[in-house]
């Protein structure tokens, strides 16, 4: 939300969880993220053995370049081209881009499609109103028998009050996703797991909510 010098109204608050505004974020030289594997994603998928995974948001590509480094074959998707081309740079560069490739498609509208994966991740995505819940169920028709569905997002915090209304309100606890899913699933962890974060030089505690389930029938 850098750039703007007043509090943003509510139309261009919403308008930042849409693809344009992503666009444009990608379009410089400025690298946005780390480029490290989200800590949760290395807590759960380094005890699974390697297959398939669909990384679903992936940005810049830190996470599917981790998986792709562990042995997975790995599907990147996110709604921006430009965070993709950006991604799959990445992945040439870190020598692991024979094992990845890249899906343009918004995961409020994503269909499964008759395609399926071992692990199907997303990290930070946070849809307005309450939308996770149906992302969530989306995204779950995607995972394999035996396979895995690993879902992180903001916690709700009196550490994120910089943000606007609507961002506060896109973030969700792990059972709040709980009703979105679909039968056949079996809930491994769903919790909020602390975290600090340094944020203009200051140490913040947040949490991760963070929801692990598995396929079973």
């Known amino acids: 939300m850098s750039g703007h010098e007043h509090p943003l109204t509510d139309e261009e608050a919403a308008?930042?969880?849409?693809?344009?505004a992503w666009e444009e974020r990608?379009?410089?030289?400025?690298?946005?993220?780390?480029?490290d594997p989200n800590p949760q994603l290395v807590?759960?998928?380094?005890?699974?053995?390697?297959?398939?995974?669909?990384?679903?948001?992936?940005?810049?590509?830190?996470?599917?370049?981790?998986l792709?480094?562990?042995?997975?074959?790995?599907?990147?998707?996110?709604f921006s081209a430009n965070g993709l081309a950006r991604a799959a740079r990445h992945a040439e560069q870190a020598g692991v881009g024979d094992r990845t490739d890249w899906w343009q498609v918004d995961a409020r509208a994503f269909a499964a499609g008759g395609r399926?994966?071992?692990l199907v991740t997303t990290h930070y995505l946070h849809p307005p109103d309450g939308g996770m819940v149906e992302v969530a169920g989306r995204l779950a028709e995607a995972v394999?028998?035996?396979?895995?569905?690993?879902?992180?997002?903001?916690?709700?915090?009196?550490?994120?009050?910089?943000?606007?209304?609507?961002?506060?309100?896109?973030m969700f606890l792990a059972e709040d996703l709980l009703p979105g899913l679909p039968d056949g699933l079996e809930?491994?962890?769903?919790?909020?797991?602390p975290r600090t974060v340094t944020r203009d030089g200051v140490t913040v505690d947040i949490h991760d909510s963070t929801l692990l389930v598995r396929r079973t029938k």
């Open 187 to 193: 809930a491994l962890v769903v919790e909020q797991r």
């Open 43 to 66: 807590a759960e998928a380094s005890g699974l053995t390697p297959g398939t995974a669909l990384d679903v948001g992936c940005g810049e590509g830190g996470d599917v370049i981790w």
């Open 68 to 78: 792709a480094g562990q042995g997975w074959t790995v599907t990147g998707a996110d």
């Open 116 to 118: 399926s994966y071992d």
């Open 26 to 35: 990608y379009s410089g030289e400025e690298t946005l993220w780390s480029g």
């Open 15 to 20: 308008a930042v969880f849409e693809p344009p």
């Open 144 to 170: 394999a028998l035996g396979g895995h569905l690993l879902i992180v997002g903001h916690a709700p915090s009196d550490a994120f009050t910089h943000l606007t209304a609507g961002h506060r309100r896109a």
